[in-house]
């Protein structure tokens, strides 16, 4: 994606990516059609319309404006996907971020970077453990990588804070979280960096998380799993890392421990196995990210078909073939008869409609009622 060439245009990104129903793809998708974030913004109550929804939410210039004067007094600020300074292997996964909120050094980024996460309720050798990976890996030049939670994150940070340390929140910059972190966030943002999603003042809540974890894990060569639940967040990590073509890592355990019974699910699945940072640099080698090949050097823009006001029989047709449970785009395509081109630009309305979500692995459902 080309970098917004004027101030103006920065402004208009920030208010596509504010407003209802407009999420990460569909950003790209409306910038790839129109051309601009200002052409898409004119657009969209017509977009909207066609699928039915009558008033879309629009973020204002007034508000964008305040955001942006409240995220730069704050000693933060944005990069956008296309700046030459947004992560680069963030930009190469589907679900990447139009806009971040940056504290901080944003050369740590230029380094081999590794995620550590792992349990919130970690035991006292899992907090071990961590402190003696992250700080070995930073004595090796490796900027570690993590959400800032209670448990294994923090350790990871304070472990690595001196040598190089990305905390990726999942409320807004300004909003401390956990509480007890507010310290270390604090010092992350002058002596690491901080990178935010979610709109400034934004409290966390259970939704965000996931969406940090994505960004946890796109931002690093890889991602280590220092004990975990069958069913937590950093098990989510990890399969995003997977997805998304990192190298996963994960520290073995008793089976007798909850906590480590999705570490030993992973490394079952294929995960390296890792007892130290010893491992994970032998895996990675001594160039580290500069030795391996891009994953996705150039995003090819997806085909969408120009807007046709009276294809009600397509919009219904999609909305026909889909139910709750999400399905994947091609069979949809193939259901419905549409051309993936069409099938594209009618899903893009429906979605800013509020009929249609996204999930990963570009899967549809229709959207349930709030």
Known sequence: MQPANDDQERLSRLRLIRSENIGPVNFVRLLDRYGSAADALAELPEIAARAGKRRLRIATQAEAERETEATMKAGARFIMIGDPDYPPLLAEIDTAPPVLAKSGDLSLLK??????VGARNASSNGRNLCRRVAAALGEHGVTVV???ARGIDTEAHTASLATGTIGVIAGGIDVPYPPENAELQHRIGAEGLLLAEAPFGTQPRSRHFPRRNRIISGVSQG????????????????????????????????????????TNRLIRDGAQLIESAEDILDHIGPGGLAERPRIRPHREPVQVAPPEADDVAGRSAILEALSPEPADADDVIRTTGLTPAQFNGLVLELEIAGLVERHAGNRYALRAPE
Do not use: K, N, Y
């Open 111 to 116: 380094r081999t970077t590794i995620a550590i």
């Open 223 to 262: 991602v280590a799993v220092i004990e975990a639940a069958m069913r937590s967040g950093s098990l989510i990590t990890a399969r995003q890392a997977g997805e998304q073509g990192r190298d996963v890592f994960a520290v073995p355990g008793s089976p007798l421990d909850p906590r480590t019974r999705g």
């Open 146 to 148: 993590s959400g800032l």
